[in-house]
T-cell receptor, first 116, second 113 residues
Framework: GAGVSQSPSNKVTEKGKDVELRCDPISGHTALYWYRQRLGQGLEFLIY????????KSGLPSDRFSAERTGESVSTLTIQRTQQEDSAVYLC??????????????FGAGSRLTVL | KNQVEQSPQSLIILEGKNCTLQ??????????LRWYKQDTGRGPVSLTIMTFSENTKSNGRYTATLDADTKQSSLHITASQLSDSASYICVVSARTAGNKLTFGGGTRVLVKP
């Protein structure tokens, strides 16, 4: 598509429930990133995909967080047993490749998660 | 530890005035530095990207500078407009496997009429 699409744009859930957040990157972009942004804070790196594999999962805050990517396209970030501290905007970004010297990340608008 | 520090945290300027935002980093080995603009409720949008050999890069009324020796960058906004109200994020990339970026906390700019 023309840009990075994320859904849902807003999600309100109860503590303890599981949520799935979806990211559709720009067609042809092999690199995909998930970030978390708490209110008034900077972006925190969660996970990076190159194709369908995730060489860097170092930012996932706990084993309640997982992500997958299929078809070198869509990615899903899953948060199990949500906690109030998980409330944040989850941003997805994609770029054409792995060369950080040349590629600019294009961000989606984010999925705002509120855990009650 | 790779870090990116931005200052000020926030600033208010009058429409038509200029301002300069600062970014200091300790990311190593350095690959490139980017400035992003993030409007409220939106994802960040790239303004400039600079590699080691570039000292200055402009994008319209936005001019970024880079001093790789002192590990400092600045973003200068000329003749500010109300639409410049946003958070400006400095992002530094290390030349390491995984293409990990280190984000600054951002500077929130409010342009008043």
């Amino acid at each position: 598509g023309a840009g990075v699409s994320q859904s849902p744009s807003n999600k309100v859930t109860e503590k303890g429930k599981d949520v799935e957040l979806r990211c559709d990157p720009i067609s042809g972009h092999t690199a995909l990133y998930w970030y978390r942004q708490r209110l008034g804070q900077g972006l925190e790196f969660l996970i990076y995909f190159q194709g369908n594999s995730a060489p860097d999962k170092s930012g996932l805050p706990s084993d309640r967080f997982s992500a997958e990517r299929t078809g070198e396209s869509v990615s899903t970030l899953t948060i199990q047993r949500t906690q109030q501290e998980d409330s944040a905007v989850y941003l997805c970004a994609s770029s054409p490749g792995t060369d950080s010297g040349a590629n600019v990340l294009t961000f989606g608008a984010g999925s705002r998660l509120t855990v009650l | 530890k790779n870090q990116v520090e931005q200052s000020p945290q926030s600033l208010i300027i009058l429409e038509g005035k200029n301002c300069t935002l600062q970014c200091n980093y300790t990311v190593s080995p350095f690959s490139n530095l980017r400035w992003y603009k993030q409007d409220t409720g939106r994802g960040p949008v790239s303004l400039t990207i600079m590699t080691f050999s570039e000292n200055t890069k402009s994008n319209g009324r936005y001019t970024a500078t880079l001093d790789a020796d002192t590990k400092q960058s600045s973003l200068h906004i000329t003749a500010s407009q109300l639409s410049d109200s946003a958070s400006y994020i400095c992002v530094v990339s290390a030349r390491t496997a995984g293409n990990k970026l280190t984000f600054g906390g951002g500077t929130r700019v409010l342009v008043k009429p």
